[in-house]
């Protein structure tokens, strides 16, 4: 049987930020959902200072794709060499490397090297398709590494908190039917989930005056907002990250967490959010400035997020509470 061809790519762009820059942000593979739009989310599944391996999740082309990273960070060369294997496409390898020059004080050279089989099934990886990936790759990486020198003020995260006295099966319930939602929650005025797989859910919600402020819909009425979400019920987990936030962000990921201990659990909201400068006097008014969008961000965030968690405690409570009236009327 004749091997595969071997389709490889090799492309490199000039990006206005130092080479320790650019290569921090390629090796802080955790934090690419925040500043590279196609990750939804990235685990790291161990690493030994030098490799690591990752599970990362992308939305492309309107699916969530998964994939499992192999790599080997070279911090003295300002190299990543890696290894992506998809799981839809069992022995389709992605193989490549990211290698950054330094062009000057403050400018870089960045190289994107990939090389695949030319899996018949996978379109993708024929050669346009895999230059394409890389050509994009690359200009998502520019774009986000030239903020930065304003990332300290462009970068935003923080979280809500609140104390459950109730099982945790009931607060994820309440997460996971975000279905639900517009019954029970003042933000949202409608929903649409679409899960593909278990687990993985797409959903657009509808929110109104209520969320008041950059949320809204530019007439003031209602705006809808595509979100994904990778739900891990085991671990009692929720992560998500809109698609295209509304102005004044350009990203904003997060996620729903259940801490348990012995009389309880903590519900946990963390949000990591990115601003737009381009975006900040149209969303805001003339003179915006970075401050006033991460005040108001974290206002309208922090409130919506104190909704659903309220709400997530009283689902999750109530039946205790009734429980527990019950047994007390059995004693008189």
């Not at 490549?96 to 400018?107: I, L």
């Not at 099966?169 to 279905?179: G, I, K, M, N, Q």
């Not at 595509?226 to 891990?232: D, I, K």
Request: with cysteine; aromatic share 6%; glycine share 10%.
């Amino acid at each position: 049987m004749p091997s595969q061809p071997v389709r490889s790519v090799r492309r490199t762009v000039r990006v206005a930020a130092p080479a320790h820059v650019v290569y921090g942000m390629l090796a802080d593979a955790p934090r690419w959902p925040v500043l590279l739009p196609s990750y939804v989310h990235v685990e790291r599944m161990d690493f030994d200072g030098a490799g690591e391996t990752l599970l990362a999740w992308e939305f492309q082309d309107g699916r969530v794709r998964s994939s499992r990273l192999r790599r080997t960070l070279r911090p003295q060369a300002h190299r990543v060499d890696f290894e992506q294997d998809d799981p839809a496409w069992p022995g389709d390898t992605v193989a490549g490397s990211w290698s950054v020059e330094p062009d000057g004080a403050e400018r870089s050279l960045v190289t994107l090297w990939q090389q695949t089989p030319n899996a018949p099934a996978n379109a993708s990886a024929g050669p346009d398709g895999l230059d394409a990936d890389a050509a994009g790759r690359l200009a998502r990486l520019r774009e986000a590494a030239e903020r930065w020198d304003r990332l300290d003020e462009l970068l935003l995260a923080f979280e809500e908190r609140m104390r459950v006295e109730g099982p945790a099966e009931l607060v994820y319930d309440f997460l996971y039917r975000v279905e639900d939602w517009p019954e029970l929650l003042p933000h949202v005025d409608g929903s649409s989930v679409r899960e593909d797989r278990p687990g993985t859910q797409v959903v657009v919600l509808d929110t109104g005056a209520a969320g008041a402020g950059p949320a809204a819909g530019p007439d003031g009425g209602t705006a809808g907002f595509e979100t994904v979400r990778l739900c891990f019920p085991h671990a009692g987990r929720i992560v998500f990250k809109e698609t295209a936030p509304p102005a004044p962000l350009t990203a904003h990921s997060g996620e729903w967490s259940l801490v348990p201990d012995e009389s309880g659990l903590t519900v946990v909201c963390a949000h990591r959010v990115l601003l737009g400068e381009e975006s900040l006097e149209a969303a805001l008014g003339a003179g915006a400035l970075p401050v006033d969008a991460r005040r108001q961000v974290r206002e309208r965030l922090g409130r919506e997020s104190r909704q659903t968690l309220r709400l997530a405690k009283w689902h999750a409570e109530s039946p205790v509470r009734r429980l527990r009236q019950g047994r007390g009327g059995s004693r008189r």
